[in-house]
């Protein structure tokens, strides 16, 4: 059976929240994503993430998703976003993993602002795991 990873850069950082999307509970690394960049979105809670030189984002990566899981979150993921197969370190060592990309058509919804996971952690992840935990 062939596997995925998968490199996440907003919500589904939390373990949680990708185990309410596929149903799997699985254990994240640490990783970064060179040259793209995340930022918030006109009245969202969740981030998009574009092609910006010269930048790195943090996020987590996922590995061991099975073909379920990712059809699981191409359907979670908004009609904003574009599925890509994109090389991401960790540890010092480069992976290929899927990311979620906003697509050039809704790059005008995203604010000069950076997302924080804090902040959404803080503010939004109770609300947001309620909501979602019937996906």
């Known amino acids: 059976m062939q596997t995925f990873s998968v490199f996440t850069y907003g919500t589904l950082q939390f373990s949680e929240v990708m185990q309410a999307v596929t149903g799997l509970n699985l254990k994240p690394v640490a990783a970064t994503l060179t040259g793209y ?10 981030p998009g993430l574009i092609e910006k030189e010269n930048t790195v984002t943090d996020g987590m990566l996922y590995r061991d998703l099975d073909e379920t899981a990712i059809e699981k979150l191409d359907q979670f993921e908004d009609v904003m976003y574009e599925r890509c197969l994109v090389d ?8 290929q993993a899927f990311v979620y ?27 947001y795991l309620k909501r979602i935990a019937s996906f």
């Not at 995340?38 to 969202?44: G, Q, T, Y």
């Not at 991401?88 to 992976?95: I, K, R």
């Not at 000069?112 to 959404?120: G, I, R, T, V």
């Open 37 to 46: 960049q995340r930022f918030k979105i006109k009245e969202r809670t969740f």
């Open 88 to 95: 991401v370190q960790v540890n010092n060592e480069t992976e």
């Open 101 to 127: 990309v906003t697509q050039k058509d809704y790059e005008d919804c995203l604010l000069d602002q950076e997302w924080s996971l804090e902040e959404f952690k803080s503010k939004y992840l109770k609300l």
